[in-house]
């Protein structure tokens, strides 16, 4: 059975830090991983799909690894800023026509 | 335009009550999906339907239906409220199945408070 965990559970962080947030998964044979952000009492936003033939996919300050061998995926966060507090979750699909399966997220906070 | 939209945004009710969630998207999407996240902010899947076809359906209690009424609707039923209903219910969609890369897009929520 899939399982995704992501550490760590929550991180502080000072403005301008550069930060990387981790996500593990038991089975290395996923379809898809995708990175969310959750801003308190919000929905979910997308901010990275990484396809399973994937390495890594950027998207302006952040940048998301894969590596489906060693069943993980980082997130990197460049010059992180008070506006990037939330929490991130990590999600896999196994396969095709399945539904993702969430980490328990990491709470980030980027104090000024 | 909101991609995935759901109604009511909060919703409070007493035990034993019935009430429905809706969810409608226009991104033309086949999938679509009800996730449960929990009092610890724990996400997990619910139902899915693709096409109007149920396709998932997780070890739910049968109070919970889901109804599609066509592709871009997926509602969500729940009879006999319980105060261990209260939780946010997001609805979800995302493209057809057999393609790679299947992106999903959330909808903002139903925070649920049963009383």
């Known amino acids: 059975k899939q399982e995704v965990t992501q550490i760590p559970a929550a991180l502080s962080v000072p403005e301008g830090e550069n930060l990387v947030l981790n996500c593990s998964f038991t089975d290395s044979a996923i379809y898809n991983l995708q990175w969310f952000r959750q801003d308190p009492g919000k929905g979910l936003t997308s901010l990275l799909l990484i396809q399973s033939s994937q390495r890594e996919q950027t998207s302006g300050r952040l940048n998301a690894s894969l590596d489906k061998s060693s069943g993980r995926s980082t997130l990197y966060i460049a010059a992180s800023q008070p506006g990037d507090s939330a929490t991130y979750l990590c999600a896999v699909i196994v396969e095709a026509g399945t539904a993702l399966i969430f980490g328990k997220g990491t709470t980030l906070s980027v104090s000024s | 335009d909101t991609a995935v939209s759901q109604t009511p945004k909060y919703l409070v009710t007493q035990m034993g009550n019935d009430k429905s969630i809706k969810c409608e998207q226009n991104l033309g999407h086949d999938t679509m999906y009800w996730y449960k996240q929990d009092s610890k902010k724990f996400l997990k899947i619910m139902f899915s339907y693709n096409n109007k076809e149920l396709i998932i359906n997780e070890t739910v209690p049968n109070r919970f239906s889901p109804k599609s009424p066509d592709k871009a609707h997926l509602n969500l039923h729940i009879n006999s409220l319980e105060l261990g209903d209260s939780a946010v219910y997001f609805c979800?969609?995302?493209?057809?199945?057999?393609?790679?890369?299947?992106?999903?897009?959330f909808g903002q929520g139903t925070r649920l408070t049963v009383v």
């Open positions: 979800a969609s995302s493209p057809r199945r057999r393609f790679r890369g299947t992106e999903a897009f």
